[in-house]
């Protein structure tokens, strides 16, 4: 379907434009050819060339038209070819963090349990601390604004298990006034 599109548009420089100039100027010929009273008849042979060239203009809109439905096709499919592979993308990042949670030692978690106790999803810390650090690399926070390496969002598949967390990471003090990173 492709290479007759690229035929008809490239090959032989025809557009819509054309088709729409063909179609039209042939069918008002062969109208008036048809309709033209008796002493101003015209030729049989008109009429065959204005129905040929209608004709012709007729095909340039339908391959214009087919292109255009083409086009647009394949711009749906690489649209949703590219939605479903971000989907699963985010889908597999969230279960990674999710899974993360088994595997941090212990001042992680008591870091993790401060943020989640804090009960603020985004949250100011520093990003050449080792803890914030890690807690990035295990999918367990983010970086939330790309301009600044210090604001930090808990990611939704742990943020939406906080109250579980919570009742599974170590007791801390809330009356802490600096975070136990900053220690």
């Known amino acids: 379907m492709e290479y007759i599109i690229n035929f008809?548009?490239?090959?032989?420089?025809?557009?819509?434009?054309?088709?729409?100039?063909?179609?039209?100027?042939?069918?008002?010929?062969?109208?008036?050819?048809l309709l033209a009273p008796a002493p101003y008849n015209f030729d049989n042979g008109w009429l065959t060339v204005s129905s040929a060239v209608c004709i012709f203009g007729a095909t340039i809109l339908v391959v214009s038209l087919g292109s255009v439905i083409?086009?647009?096709?394949?711009?749906?499919?690489?649209?949703?070819?590219?939605?479903?592979a971000l989907e699963a993308k985010s889908r597999q990042l969230a279960e990674n963090s999710v899974r993360n949670l088994k595997v941090l030692n212990d001042h992680e978690r008591v870091c993790l349990a401060f943020i989640l106790k804090k009960g603020k999803q985004r949250f100011n810390a520093s990003s050449r601390l080792n803890d914030t650090t890690r807690l990035v690399e295990k999918g367990i926070i983010r970086y939330d604004d790309?301009?600044?390496?210090d604001i930090f969002a808990v990611t939704e598949s742990v943020w939406e298990m906080r109250e579980q967390l919570?009742?599974?990471?170590?007791?801390?003090?809330?009356d802490l006034r600096d975070a136990p990173w900053v220690r």
């Open 8 to 33: 008809f548009q490239s090959v032989l420089g025809l557009k819509a434009r054309q088709g729409w100039i063909f179609f039209i100027s042939g069918g008002v010929i062969a109208a008036l050819c």
């Open 70 to 84: 083409y086009s647009s096709l394949v711009e749906f499919k690489d649209r949703l070819t590219k939605s479903r």
């Open 146 to 149: 790309p301009k600044s390496r």
């Open 166 to 174: 919570i009742d599974d990471l170590p007791d801390i003090r809330m």
